[in-house]
């Protein structure tokens, strides 16, 4: 099944990313984070490891499954899971320090990715900061697009479809401007394959 693979071949290979996403954004153990989407819970147990009282959402109930399980087996205190929908965060405003979304944007129609960001804006404090990771666009030329692009035309359906239109819309810059936030920093990683931005909530 492909949550499972996910959590035993994909999330092995992202550890890079998830360590240097802490490092990148500089946020600091207290903090109260938030990962949105956050599938198997990976980034999420990345933050609490670092001292972060963390929180992750899923609305995949299987994901989320393994999430609460691997939270049970590490005996993770400063850590909690939840099935919700991230267009419909159920926390008040200013509830974190910071907020994440790793590779979910490009999973989504457009109207959604427009109410995702502005839930994570809004559960943020002012001045708090937000963090996303996706495939840069346009993709970079080199071998690591092909792969990618194969991985999402079999995940098939909605899904191939809304990667298309997220690399047809512009992917995150085009989003952050829409939704006036002001970026920070920058970096790329795997060859230029995924953008990291790190971006202030105003």
């Keep these: 099944m492909f949550f499972l693979n996910y959590a035993t071949v994909i999330d092995p290979l992202l ?12 946020m600091k153990a207290g903090d ?9 819970g990976d980034q999420a147990f990345h933050y609490a ?13 299987n994901m989320l499954k393994l999430a609460i399980k691997d939270r049970r087996n590490k005996n993770s205190k400063n850590v909690s899971f939840y099935r919700a929908d991230a267009q419909h965060l159920p926390f008040r405003d200013n509830s974190f320090d910071c907020a994440s979304i790793s590779f979910a944007l490009h999973e989504k129609e457009r109207t959604a990715r427009d109410n995702i960001i502005a839930e994570m ?20 030329d080199n071998l690591l697009p092909w792969l990618v692009k194969l991985i999402e035309f079999f995940a098939g359906g909605k899904h191939h479809r809304c990667f298309k239109d997220y690399l047809a819309q512009g992917g995150l810059d085009v989003l952050l401007a829409r939704n006036h936030l ?6 790329y990683l795997n060859d230029g394959l995924i953008t990291i931005i790190k971006a202030m909530n105003s």
Excluded: H, N, W
Aim: hydrophobic fraction near 45%; aromatic fraction near 8%; include cysteine.
């Design 15 to 26: 550890r890079g990313v998830r360590l240097y996403a802490i490092y990148f954004s500089r």
């Design 32 to 40: 109260r984070v938030l990962d949105v989407c956050c599938g198997t």
């Design 49 to 61: 490891r670092a001292g972060m009282m963390t929180a992750g959402i899923e609305l995949d109930p």
């Design 121 to 140: 804006k809004r559960v943020v404090k002012k001045g708090g900061i937000l963090l996303f990771l996706d495939f840069q666009v346009p993709l970079p």
């Design 182 to 187: 002001a970026e920070v920093k920058r970096g």
